[in-house]
Every structure is written in C-alpha cells, then in structure tokens.
C-alpha cells in the first residue's frame, strides 16, 4: 500500500454458507476521501462496511489501517481492546438506524458526551461545553440539550447520532446508509450537513449507499458491488457519468432523471 | 452448640471451595469471583451471600458481630447471630472493638476498624453495571477491558438532571485503580471508610453466586466529576440519644403530628457514646 493510504483492502472474502458475500476485494482510502460502496441490496456492501471496520472477520484476505502515528495495523489482528479503543476515538460508525446507536434513555447531551467520557475527560463543565458545541454544529437547538432523544424527530436523531459520532474528531467514519429511511426535504438537509462537515474536518468515509444521487453529492470515489465483487471503481462521476460496466450502466439508467 | 451440623453449618468441601474464590478475590481487588452457592436455611435476600462467606472465614476463636442496618438488635441480625453461636459455638457480641468478624447488611460501623478484623458485606447486586448493560457478557467484557465511560454518563446524566449526583447508596467506587465495584447498598456516607482500611473487606452475594474482595490498605475511590467532587451526604441534625454529629443518622417518625427523632443508626456506637456520657 502507498505511504499515505488510510485503509487499504487485499482480497477481501467472505462466505456466509455457500453464499459469496465477498470474493476478492480491494480497496484503497486516502486521508480526507469520501469512498461510497453503491449496489443493490445483497450485493454485499454492508457486510464490506462490517469487514473494513473490524467486526466481521474474513475467510481470506487482509485490510490494513494506518494510525495517526503512521504504524500500520492489521485491523483483524489487532487485539480486541486496541480495535475497541480504536472505534471510541479515531474511528467512528454511523448506522441506518439511529436508535440502535444512541441511547435512548439519556439525554442528548449525555449522548454526545459518552465518548469523551469513554477517552476518561472527567470535567462535567468541559464535556457539557463540547457536546453543545457540537449540538449546535449538527442544528439542533442547544435548549434541547438536556432531552431524551425518544422526543426527537427522525432527522434530529440522525444528526445527533453524527455529533455523537464525531465529537471525539474521527479520521475514518463508516456510515451504512446515513440518510435512507428519512423523507426527501429531510434527506437534502442532513446531506449537506454530512458533506459540510466532512469537507470542515477532513474525514475520510467509507459510505455505502444504494442511492446513487447520495454517492454522487458526497463521494469522490465510488466502488460499484455486485454479488460480493467489485465490478467497477473509480471517481464518481467518471463512473456515474461513464458507466463501462453492463450493471453499472443498468444501475445509472434505471435513476428517475428529476 | 447443637449437634448434627458441621462447625458453621456448611460442609468442609464447601468452606474450601468458597476460600478458594475469596483467594482469587483477594488477590484480584474490586474483580466479582464466582462460587457455587448453596441453599441457606434463610431466603434469597436476607443474606445468604454474607453467611456463607462468615461461614467459610469462621474459626472457634472469633468473635462474630452481626448488624443490620447498623442496628445489632434487628430480625436478620439477631437470627444470624444466634445461627452461628448454634451451629459453630462461637461467641458472639454487639461491641464493634470485640468483634474479630463483622458481618453487615447496608452499613460499615462508625468506629474504625481494625488491622486483623474482617468485615463481610451481604450484597443483593454485585454487578454496578447491571442497570446501564443489560447484558452480562457484555459487561464482563467491559469489566475486562476497564471500559467504564458508561458508568460516567449515569453521572453525568445525575448532575444534569437534579444538580448533583443523586446515588445515595450503593454508589459505585473503583478498587485498586482498576475494577469498578459495588459496594453494596451502604450509603454513600460510608464510602470514605472503604478507603485504605486497616480490615480485611469481602463482599458475598448469594442469588447471584458472586464473590469480591478489598485487601487491608487498598485505594477506593467513589466515581465523580474534577468539577463535581464526591461530597458527603448526612442528614443536617445531632443525634437525639447521645448527640453525635459525625454519625449516621435514621429518622424515626415518633407521633402524627410531625414530630421526628434523629437517632444513630450504629446502635453500638451510640450506646457507646452514652455510657460515656453524652446525651442529646
């Protein structure tokens, strides 16, 4: 891998029985870089998403992740609590569901302070200043700071499930579908947060997405998957605009032009 | 002492499988051991995990002390007071200073405890974590990795709701450094006295089969914020029988019209005070 890459992939492979989740993947993420998986529906993107991320193990293959000191880690060797500390701090997962990440019985202040307490800050005052920081960056009222987020509507939960997320100031995020199941004006509103706030703090994100308007606002590079390969990749509108791949031409034609 | 039971009720096999686990608790301070608990001639709750641990520590020489609640003359301290001075014949007294073994339920006793004393504490839930992880897989694993963010933000959530962390009892303490501990239903007033103490501290639950140890001279810290201190909290009164204002006190409702008495709840250590002449 170069000297610069952030995570890279080598034949990554993965069967759930006799089906092919993965076969042979790479991949390559560079600092900053939005990458966006896109297929359709058991094409493998999340089980990718999983693999990358350390919680799924492969059959075969191996993905490489490089620290902010520039040692490089095997992320399926790594020892447990390292790949755990790992997610607390430099590494960050956005899910589809919001309520699967937050809890929904602590306020949502406590919600985006449960990193920084997880890191050992001890400092109420100081973790309160951080989290309503953040509330305020993610555009949820600060006055709602100290409600539980089962008051909150769908698009609020999403954006504090991203300040929760990016509180402790990630490298790598991994986000599975951060915007689907919200209606469209709500969708528009939380992507350009998404890509606002990428571009502000330099993330690099490994998005999956079956939506390709997603990947094409927020993704510089996009991996087009179909039955757990990878049938085309390169940059995003190259791809989308060029499709040379039969699925891929298939994926962009069957896009509803607005 | 009556005849027909091993001395202490339960049988060697039994002691010795239950002082193996307190070794490994011993040497590992804070960390839950578990045991193969037995049925008690008592129910689930009323501390069948301090009797057995009592039982597994006993020798003919002791001198066991048993209170309640602080109180020595209450239903469960008397009951198990009068079950070992049955079943192991061993003297049994109410004077904290005479006591080589302390067995307790909700309080540690307001004189100071001794090198050579062992305190055993009856524990309902040993797992501090029980009501923020549901899962006990999950918080063994955390237990394992020293993961307790989570145990903050209960904290942190205390603070921002009523201004100050509102665990009056049972409030949880690192150990050694390392493990987070239950120290059992004691009220928070008593968590200073787990700090550094000259006697052997063990902890027995007995419906969750769970054993855990402080050795003598072990750091306890109770969990709190740099800017939101661990404070003690005890009722503003002196007591209404020797006029202690350092102790732990109960309020006991004396008639309908309001009326209301602030007693000692270390019963010992209140009557001490009066025979040495103080009255409130």
Redesign the interface.
């Known amino acids: 891998m170069a000297d610069d890459t952030l995570l890279a992939a080598r034949g990554l492979s993965l069967a759930f029985g006799r089906v092919q989740a993965l076969a042979g993947v790479d991949a390559d993420l560079w600092p900053g870089e939005v990458l966006a998986i896109v297929g359709e529906s058991g094409s493998g993107k999340t089980t990718l998403l999983d693999v990358l991320s350390g919680r799924l193990r492969p059959d075969a293959g191996v993905a490489w992740y490089r620290d902010p000191d520039g040692a490089l880690h095997d992320v399926h060797a790594m020892p447990?609590?390292k790949l755990?500390a790992l997610h607390?701090s430099d590494w960050g997962f956005v899910r589809q569901n919001p309520r699967d990440a937050l809890?929904l019985g602590?306020?949502a202040?406590?919600n985006v302070?449960?990193?920084l307490?997880?890191?050992?800050n001890?400092?109420?005052?100081?973790?309160r200043d951080v989290a309503e920081n953040w509330l305020h960056r993610v555009e949820i009222d600060t006055a709602r700071m100290?409600d539980l987020p089962r008051t909150f509507s769908g698009g609020m939960l999403q954006r504090l499930q991203i300040a929760r997320t990016l509180v402790t100031h990630p490298r790598l995020v991994f986000m599975d579908e951060p915007i689907g199941g919200l209606d469209v004006s709500v969708q528009a509103r939380l992507l350009d947060l998404i890509r606002t706030l990428v571009a502000q703090l330099g993330i690099a994100v490994v998005l999956v997405t079956h939506d390709l308007s997603v990947a094409r606002l927020l993704a510089h590079r996009i991996m087009v998957m179909q039955r757990g390969r990878v049938v085309e990749s390169g940059l995003t509108d190259q791809v989308l605009d060029d499709p040379h791949h039969p699925y891929t031409q298939l994926l962009v034609s069957s896009v509803l032009q607005a | 002492m009556t005849t027909g039971y091993n001395f202490a009720y339960l049988d060697e096999q039994t002691k010795r499988m239950i002082r193996r686990a307190l070794l490994k608790a011993v040497a590992i301070p804070g960390h839950q051991v578990p045991f193969g608990g037995r049925e008690m001639p008592l129910p689930y709750g009323w501390g069948t995990g301090g009797i057995q641990v009592t039982a597994a520590v006993l020798g003919q020489h002791d001198v066991l002390k048993v209170i309640d609640q602080g109180a020595d003359d209450t239903t469960n301290a008397v009951s198990i007071r009068r079950f070992f001075a049955r079943t192991a014949g061993v003297a049994t007294t109410t004077v904290t200073t005479e006591a080589s073994i302390i067995q307790t339920r909700h309080r540690i006793p307001e004189t100071p405890l001794r090198a050579g004393q062992i305190i055993v504490y009856q524990v309902p839930l040993p797992e501090p974590l029980s009501k923020l992880e549901p899962s006990r897989a999950e918080a063994a694993r955390m237990h394992a990795l020293a993961e307790y963010g989570l145990m903050h933000v209960k904290l942190y959530e205390d603070i921002t709701r009523f201004g100050h962390v509102s665990i009056s009892y049972d409030y949880p303490v690192m150990v050694n450094g390392r493990h987070l501990m239950s120290p059992s239903p004691i009220p928070a007033f008593d968590n200073p006295k787990l700090h550094m103490s000259p006697a052997l501290q063990l902890f027995g639950a007995g419906r969750e089969k769970r054993l855990y140890a402080i050795p003598p001279w072990t750091e306890v810290r109770s969990l709190d914020f740099d800017d939101h201190p661990f404070r003690l909290t005890r009722a503003p009164h002196e007591c209404g029988l020797c006029g202690a204002d350092d102790s732990y006190l109960d309020e006991v409702v004396t008639d309908d019209q309001g009326s209301r008495l602030y007693v000692c709840s270390d019963t010992d250590y209140c009557a001490t005070r009066r025979e040495a002449g103080h009255g409130g």
Do not use: L
Not at chain 1, 117 to 120: I, N, R, S
């Open positions: 447990q609590p755990r607390r809890r602590v306020t202040g406590g302070g449960e990193r307490m997880a890191q050992g001890r400092h109420y005052g100081g973790i100290d």
